[in-house]
T-cell receptor
């Protein structure tokens, strides 16, 4: 079974703090993704990566950065946390198959509260 | 632009009732279509998918048929159980970017 793990289930931070969210997958997947989930908005893509050291902006990258130094690990960084970044953050990974048919596998999520 | 529209929730049903959750999409090209489910306190997991027109995806008693003419992918189950209570997300991948586009999610509550 594919396993995607996230470093924390719950996190409380203060405005202005630097926040690191870690994601690790154990299936040698090439693709990794970071989403945020907010009520009524579904999931929105923040950043994704197709390979080590590669990253591409998603739909809402402002205020975030990412790092992918190893294939199995994809980190999301909030350089200076703000209250509007309070959300559920979900990491996902997938193999490279026929374009557009990949199944994405999700971690359990990190619920971040910024005070 | 690309988008997914799902019926608003919450949907509340009694056990053994018939379930339909409507989903329509707006996309260019020929997307693959997905239903993901999120049980309380967990991440999303794939429920079923269909990759071309008229395909039917099925899993755990749930079904959805890829209807290109109506750009729809409605989720159905003949007899729901309390354990089906969850949030259901319809999604598709853009054929030119490979990115997943999600609907806003529909909460299903099944009462015994």
């Amino acid at each position: 079974d594919v396993k995607v793990t996230q470093s924390s289930r719950y996190l409380v931070k203060r405005t202005g703090e630097k926040v690191f969210l870690e994601c690790v997958q154990d299936m040698d997947h090439e693709n990794m993704f970071w989403y945020r989930q907010d009520p009524g908005l579904g999931l929105r893509l923040i950043y994704f990566s197709y390979d080590v050291k590669m990253k591409e902006k998603g739909d809402i990258p402002e205020g975030y950065s990412v790092s992918r130094e190893k294939k199995e690990r994809f980190s999301l960084i909030l350089e200076s946390a703000s209250t509007n970044q309070t959300s559920m953050y979900l990491c996902a990974s997938s193999r490279i198959q026929n374009r557009g048919q990949e199944t994405q596998y999700f971690g359990p999520g990190t619920r971040l509260l910024v005070l | 632009g690309n988008s997914v529209t799902q019926m608003e929730g919450p949907v509340t049903l009694s056990e053994e009732a018939f379930l339909t959750i409507n989903c329509t999409y707006t996309a260019t090209g020929y997307p693959s279509l997905f239903w993901y489910v999120q049980y309380p306190g967990e991440g999303l997991q794939l429920l079923l998918k269909a990759t071309k027109a008229d395909d039917k995806g099925s899993n755990k008693g749930f079904e959805a048929t890829y209807r290109k003419e109506t750009t729809s992918f409605h989720l159905e189950k003949g007899s729901v159980q309390v354990s089906d209570s969850a949030v259901y997300f319809c999604a598709f991948t853009s054929s030119n970017t490979g990115k997943l586009i999600f609907g806003q999610g529909t909460t299903l509550q099944v009462k015994p």
